[in-house]
């Protein structure tokens, strides 16, 4: 009795192990693949499975996205500059079957794959396109890796480049072109300031042409924003053609009011005619004077 207590122990202890072995959870974001004696038998969807202890093995999958970094690659692009370049790729696995027995380890192909498609593609591009046209790579990318994948039972739903390191001899040259380019649109922009400002001062000058008061009201209200300040001096300059076209008439007034110059006398050696007396018996010109007598060089000087 004793011994057959002891069997019956034995038995459902040996089937106790082999329920623990035979029973098989899989989650909800995984797929089974049963292996029976070596050969696939088909896929096992999320739940409690059972298989056959020492028979079947069960492999299960990850249909999760999967985020796998890319390291840094150094490339040379197009145009010869060398740069360092880093991405990440989001994957995930669609046919579990195929990506068991298709090939050995799904992360490490894919890594090896992304980051010679990213040397691949990026080597032909220049700088310039590489930096401005990353969303055109990163497709490039993700189409080539999807070519090459889509017989392990992996999709790519996604490739991003990361990081961009460029030499410092290129960020400075970058740096100085950015400035022009700056310079360049500043005076652009002051240009067309100034043509528009020069169009809008033809148009007041019109105005104020045919307006002339608009001269003096503008003239008014420069004086009030200066009066603002406080100054005690003020230099205010007129307006240049008014002033000289008032100098013009004053001139041509004065000009008018003034008498005719006299006529200058004609002298004697001129006319070749005697000088006519005077009735007083005077000389014959009223500027003329006597001529004076000098004493002789050796006469005594009067007492």
Do not use: C
């Not at 200066?226 to 007034?253: C, H, Q, W, Y």
């Not at 007083?280 to 007492?303: F, I, K, Q, Y």
């Amino acid at each position: 009795m004793a011994a057959l207590i002891a069997v019956l122990v034995i038995v459902a202890v040996l089937l106790l192990i082999g329920a623990a072995m035979s029973a098989k959870i899989i989650k909800q974001y995984e797929d089974g693949v049963l292996f029976r004696l070596g050969r696939v038998v088909g896929e096992r969807n999320p739940g409690l499975r059972w298989v056959i202890p020492f028979v079947d093995v069960m492999r299960r999958v990850s249909l999760r996205i999967v985020t796998m970094p890319i390291q840094s690659q150094g490339i040379i692009t197009r145009d010869n500059v060398s740069v360092d370049v880093s991405a990440v790729a989001y994957f995930k696995v669609i046919d579990a079957v195929r990506s068991v027995i298709a090939i050995e380890n799904v992360h490490a192909a894919i890594n090896q794959i992304a980051q010679t498609t990213l040397r691949k593609v990026v080597g032909q591009h220049t700088l310039d396109e590489t930096l401005s046209e990353t969303d055109k790579i990163n497709l490039d990318i993700r189409k080539i890796l999807d070519v090459t994948t889509v017989a392990w039972g992996v999709e790519v739903t996604l490739v991003e480049l990361k990081d961009i390191q460029l030499p410092d001899s290129m960020k400075r040259a970058m740096a100085r072109q950015a400035e022009a380019e700056r310079e360049k649109r500043a005076k652009i922009i002051n240009a067309e300031g100034e043509a528009l400002a020069a169009a809008a001062l033809g148009d007041a000058s019109d105005t104020m042409m045919a307006h002339p008061l608009a001269l003096q009201l503008r003239n008014l209200q420069s004086l009030v924003e200066i009066g603002v300040d406080k100054n005690t001096t003020v230099v205010f300059p007129a307006p240049l053609m008014t002033t000289i076209a008032e100098l013009g008439s004053f001139l041509a007034r004065e000009s008018a009011a003034a008498p005719p110059p006299a006529a200058p006398l004609a002298s004697h050696g001129d006319t070749g005619e005697a000088p006519v007396p005077s009735p007083a018996g005077g000389p014959a010109d009223a500027t003329e004077r006597p001529p004076v007598t000098e004493p002789p060089a050796n006469s005594p000087l009067p007492a």
